[in-house]
């Protein structure tokens, strides 16, 4: 049976810092699971809420929790210290994680330093992240758009979880997880709360 969660960052803060809001999730059809920002970028820059949203899911019923990572590198191996930097987060935090997702896509960052996503570079960057999470013994997936899954990356070959995102349309990839709105609001005892990325967990 599919299932329906949200996936946050610091960006929600300014509706999740309301308790409200956590018991509208608690009470929607979104409260299968989370996916959590743990942090981004080869410098290991942390999300200020990560435990916080954390502790906030676990406290409404939430076990099914996972997180990811926004890649910023420019290069294969600065991939692979990200990667690292991400695992080293997520043991010194010790909290049960269902699965770690590289969140790759186009950003500011790269254009403005010259990153073309090519497939050879693109297929490199995503290995050699995802290879030091398979290392650690990790259960991992990759987060994308639909037309880097269907035009760049041989996303097959990654041999992990796809969560794919695509708004308006359908999702032709049909992997582990669709991401289908990042404006989804709940209303709940005569307030609405969002705006949430809303995502669907094929059963």
Request: charged fraction near 25%; include cysteine.
């Amino acid at each position: 049976m599919d299932k329906f969660g949200f996936d946050i960052s610091y960006a929600n803060e300014g509706t999740l810092n309301n308790p409200r809001a956590w018991e509208a999730i608690k009470n929607s059809k979104f409260n299968d699971f989370v996916i959590i920002r743990r942090g981004y970028g080869v410098s290991g820059t942390e999300d200020d809420c990560y435990k916080r949203w954390y502790e906030n899911a676990k406290n409404i019923g939430i076990d099914n929790i996972s997180s990811y990572w926004f890649s910023y590198a420019l290069n294969p191996q600065d991939a692979a210290r990200e990667a690292e930097e991400y695992v080293r987060l997520t043991e010194k935090d010790g909290l049960a994680l269902n699965c770690l997702i590289l969140d790759f896509e186009d950003n500011d960052y790269w254009a403005n330093n010259g990153y073309r996503i090519t497939p050879s570079m693109a297929q490199a960057h995503c290995e050699a992240f995802l290879n030091v999470l398979k290392n650690a013994g990790l259960n991992c997936a990759i987060y994308s758009s639909q037309y880097i899954f269907q035009d760049i990356l041989d996303w097959r070959k990654l041999g992990v979880g796809v969560w794919n995102a695509a708004y308006s349309v359908s999702d032709e990839i049909r992997g582990w997880m669709f991401q289908y709105t990042s404006t989804e609001y709940i209303s709940y005892m005569g307030e609405e709360f969002g705006p949430f990325d809303a995502n669907i967990m094929y059963g």
